[in-house]
């Protein structure tokens, strides 16, 4: 079993940036495919990016060029480095954990808001 905790939501003015944080607990955290998701208002729940066990990762073509996934697996956490910030990125993000293989079982955080004024 997974728990999952993000920090590093706020409110920031377009243009800028933000660091999402998502700490881990429990086994087999390396073997995960770890990821981060977002939710506007009245819309669906959409990837924006993913990294696997061994590092390689994948983004929504939305940000491309601004936001950066990474993980430390020594200390269980994963980052969403968020450059560039526009109106559009405001939503709930949310940190999710994906074991790699069977029973291919999904885990997600709360939620962290991330609010980018114009």
């Known amino acids: 079993q997974v728990q999952l905790v993000e920090s590093g939501g706020g409110l920031v003015q377009a243009g800028g940036s933000l660091r999402l944080s998502c700490a881990a607990s429990?086994?087999?955290?390396?073997?995960?495919?770890m990821g981060w998701y977002r939710q506007a208002p009245g819309q669906q729940r959409e990837l924006v990016a993913v990294?696997?066990?061994?590092?390689?990762?994948n983004y929504a073509d939305s940000v491309k060029g601004r936001f950066t996934i990474s993980r430390d697996n020594a200390k269980n956490t994963v980052y969403l480095q968020m450059n560039s910030l526009k109106p559009e990125d405001t939503a709930v993000y949310y940190c999710?954990?994906?074991?790699?293989?069977?029973?291919?079982?999904?885990?997600w955080g709360k939620g962290t808001l991330v609010t980018v004024s114009s």
């Open positions: 990294v696997t066990s061994g590092g390689t990762s």
């Open positions: 999710n954990a994906r074991q790699s293989g069977w029973p291919f079982m999904n885990y």
């Open positions: 429990g086994s087999s955290f390396g073997t995960n495919v």
